[in-house]
């Protein structure tokens, strides 16, 4: 039987929780005293900059259900295939995630302090409910009733919203200021970039987290973390070109109704200097506003312009 992932707080009031709390302690050879080291807020970190593109990732995902839904009628066969296309790289960039969380930042955490169990053990029972949801995706085919399919899905992945939105806050308000309490950012630096040389981040994955995180949030994030600027145009935004041209394209096509046409890219264009035309940030809502109902979410772009010499 799956776990359920529970509700109940890892600690009895957030008021109780401190990072520098002698019980998260493993040995006195590491010492939460390394916050001060960190050059930028918490908020501003790549693991909170993830969750963000997961979660406008999810939220997208609601609001291209409900104008496949406002169309009535039946699933044609390229709104099947998109639909199952844009779900897939949401799935594979989960599963990146909590990999990373799991097998990299996990084990090293667990060495310096306890890292509560609820924030792993949630994992499984955050993925039982996505599977529920992919399982139908996988089902759908051209010709089926959109009103039937569309609330039987949408029921499924709201749920798993419900299971995973919260986790996220979880791992902000425990894991995050634990991380950086125990561990200063060059340290921190080197085990993503230990664990990135053995499994190099999907391009997709990249791309979304810069569509939903802004041009300029990224850029100043690589300074930030020391990441040369030219990486910007070897690696990241041609990602982020990938993610335009792959992914947002299904998206706006099947919330127009409008089997889509595919822009065309070429690798000097994802290589050029020029100014670009940026994604507009996805922003987070308050603690509050996650458990509302969809249609009280924003912040979400889904407009998505290609990075080329065109759009200077």
């Not at 590491?30 to 807020?41: G, H, I, M, R």
């Not at 200021?177 to 561990?183: G, Q």
């Amino acid at each position: 039987m799956s776990k359920v992932a529970s509700s109940q707080p890892i600690d009895d009031s957030l008021k109780n929780f401190s990072p520098t709390d002698p019980k998260y302690k493993v040995s006195d050879d590491f010492l939460p005293d390394k916050e001060c080291l960190w050059p930028y807020a918490a908020d501003q970190c790549g693991w909170v900059m993830v969750h963000n593109a997961l979660r406008g990732e999810i939220i997208q995902f609601q609001e291209t259900l409900a104008a496949i839904k406002a169309r009535r009628g039946t699933l044609k066969a390229w709104e099947v295939e998109c639909l199952q296309d844009v779900f897939i790289a949401h799935l594979y960039n989960m599963e990146e995630h909590h990999s990373t969380e799991d097998n990299i930042l996990s084990p090293e955490f667990m060495k310096r302090f306890h890292y509560p169990d609820k924030l792993t053990d949630d994992h499984e029972a955050i993925f039982a409910q996505l599977d529920k949801a992919s399982d139908i995706v996988k089902s759908l085919k051209a010709g089926d009733d959109t009103i039937t399919t569309i609330d039987s899905l949408s029921r499924e992945f709201n749920r798993y919203k419900e299971c995973i939105f919260p986790h996220f806050r979880e791992e902000e308000t425990y894991g995050l200021p634990l991380s950086r309490a125990y561990f200063s950012p060059k340290e921190f630096q080197k085990i993503m970039s230990k664990g990135h040389e053995k499994n190099p981040p999907n391009p997709e994955a990249i791309g979304c987290f810069i569509h939903f995180n802004g041009v300029k949030t990224i850029r100043h994030f690589l300074k930030a973390e020391g990441i040369p600027y030219f990486l910007w145009y070897l690696e990241v935004r041609r990602s982020y070109n990938k993610y335009v041209t792959e992914t947002l394209v299904k998206v706006n096509a099947l919330k127009a109704g409008v089997e889509p046409m595919y822009p065309k890219t070429s690798c000097f264009s994802c290589m050029s200097l020029s100014a670009v035309a940026e994604p507009v940030p996805f922003v987070q809502p308050s603690v509050a506003a996650h458990d509302k109902s969809l249609n009280t979410q924003d912040g979400c772009s889904t407009n998505g312009t290609v990075l080329s010499d065109e759009a200077a």
